[in-house]
C-alpha cells in the first residue's frame, strides 16, 4: 500500500489509464475491462484491474488539478511499478478547427503551473513532451478509424476560472495551443523523472471561443472512442 492507494504489490498492472474523475474510472473498467476488481476506494479515487483483448489493464481516477493528480501518478510510478501511463479525460478547445467531442493527443504540455520551476530553478524552461511511441500509436489507432483527431501543443492550467482568460485564451491560441486541461504537463514530468511512458488524450467537452459545450453526463459516459484509442495504443508496444 501506498499513501493514497491501498493497493498491494503486483495487483495494479504495467498500463494505467487515469481519468480525473473516479466515476469515469468505474465506467470504463465496467464497460471495457473484463473481470474488473477494485483495488482502491481510499477517498473514493477509484482504482480497478482488469483485461483487455486478453491483457492486464489498470485504471486509476486522480482527482482534477497538478496536485490530485501528482500525488497518484508519482505513487503509481514509485511504489507500483506502473510502466505506461495514459490519461483520458476532457478539455476546453482554444482554435475554431477544433470541435467539441473531437480527440486530441497532447504532443507538448505548457503550463503556468511552477513545478518545474521549483524542481529546476528559474533559468530553466523544462518541455513535458509526450512518449513518442505512444503518441504515434494512438495516432494512427484514431485516424485508421477516421476519428477526428488532433496532435499538438495543450496548456495545463492551475485554474479553471481564470481572470485572465480573455487575455490568455488569444494569446495561446495564437501560438497554436489547441486546447486547456489541468495535468498532462505534471504527467509529463513525472514520467521524464522515472523513466516510464505517458500520454495525454482528451475529448473536448467544451470550446472556449465558441461557447459550445457538453453535459456532465456527456463527460462522464460518451467518451468511448477516447478510451479504445487509449486501450489499443497502450497495448500495440
Ligand atoms: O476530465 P478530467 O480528466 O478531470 O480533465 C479536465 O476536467 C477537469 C476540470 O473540469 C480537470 O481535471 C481537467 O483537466
Ligand atoms: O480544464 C478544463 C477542462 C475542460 N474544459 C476547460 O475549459 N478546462
Not at 500500500?1 to 480525473?20: F, K, N, Y
Amino acid at each position: 500500500m501506498s499513501v493514497h492507494i491501498g493497493a498491494t504489490q503486483g495487483q495494479i498492472a504495467e498500463t494505467i489509464l487515469l481519468p480525473g474523475d473516479p466515476l469515469r474510472a468505474q465506467y470504463i473498467a465496467e464497460t471495457f475491462l473484463e473481470g474488473a476488481e477494485k483495488y482502491n476506494d481510499v477517498r473514493g479515487m477509484y482504482g480497478f484491474t482488469g483485461t483487455y483483448k486478453g491483457k492486464r489493464v489498470s485504471v486509476q481516477g486522480t482527482g482534477m488539478g497538478i496536485p490530485s493528480m501528482s500525488i497518484y501518478a508519482h505513487e503509481l510510478m514509485s511504489q507500483y511499478g506502473v510502466k505506461n501511463l495514459i490519461r483520458v479525460g476532457t478539455c476546453g478547445a482554444y482554435q475554431k478547427d477544433v470541435k467539441v467531442r473531437d480527440i486530441i493527443l497532447a504532443q507538448a504540455a505548457t503550463t503556468d503551473s511552477a513545478i518545474n520551476r521549483h524542481r529546476f530553478g528559474n533559468n530553466i524552461d523544462f518541455a513535458p513532451v509526450a512518449n513518442f511511441q505512444l503518441l504515434k500509436n494512438a495516432y494512427d489507432v484514431a485516424t485508421e478509424r477516421n476519428m477526428p483527431v488532433h496532435v499538438g501543443n495543450v496548456f495545463t492550467s492551475d485554474t479553471f476560472y481564470n481572470d485572465r482568460g480573455a487575455e490568455l485564451v488569444p494569446l495561446l491560441a495564437s501560438y497554436q495551443v489547441l486546447a486547456v486541461e489541468m495535468e498532462a504537463a505534471a504527467l509529463y514530468s513525472l514520467a521524464a523523472k522515472f523513466g516510464v511512458n505517458a500520454l495525454a488524450i482528451m475529448t473536448v467537452s467544451d470550446h472556449l471561443v465558441t461557447g459550445e459545450e457538453t453535459t456532465s453526463e456527456e463527460r462522464q459516459t460518451t467518451f468511448n472512442q477516447m478510451i479504445e484509442v487509449a486501450l489499443d495504443a497502450a497495448l500495440m508496444k
